[in-house]
């Protein structure tokens, strides 16, 4: 088994910052992809980021370009999700997820998730 432990998230004004941290332990593969996705009251669970071990291949969602960057630590197996100039349409619970191949932008692509932390953009 693999567990997640998201971090970070908190209440924050338009056009701040926040970091977010996802630890990984347990039964981990050598090679993996970590993601972050989130969702929004009402809405459904959408890509966010995702970094693959390998290589350090990275993804974003169109609609976090430029804003939000995702990094990892191997040796800490640990990912990190930079926000900067938050919107309140950034407002979600944000997950962490782990998967074991490829650079998947799909909620069924991932294996296993974390509980979310909730991340709120005032205007």
């Known amino acids: 088994q693999v567990q997640l432990v998201e971090s970070g998230g908190g209440l924050v004004q338009a056009g701040g910052s926040l970091r977010l941290s996802c630890a990984a332990s347990?039964?981990?593969?050598?090679?993996?992809?970590m993601g972050w996705f989130r969702q929004a009251p009402g809405k459904e669970r959408e890509f966010v980021a995702a970094i693959s071990q390998i290589g350090a291949r990275v993804g974003y969602a169109d609609s976090v370009k430029g804003r939000f960057t995702i990094s990892s630590d191997n040796a800490k197996n640990t990912v990190y999700l930079q926000m900067n100039s938050l919107k309140p349409e950034d407002t979600a619970v944000y997950y962490c997820a782990l998967a074991s191949f490829g650079l998947p932008m799909t909620v069924g692509g991932y294996d296993y998730w974390g509980q979310g932390t909730q991340v709120t953009v005032s205007s």
């Open positions: 347990g039964r981990t593969r050598s090679h993996y992809t």
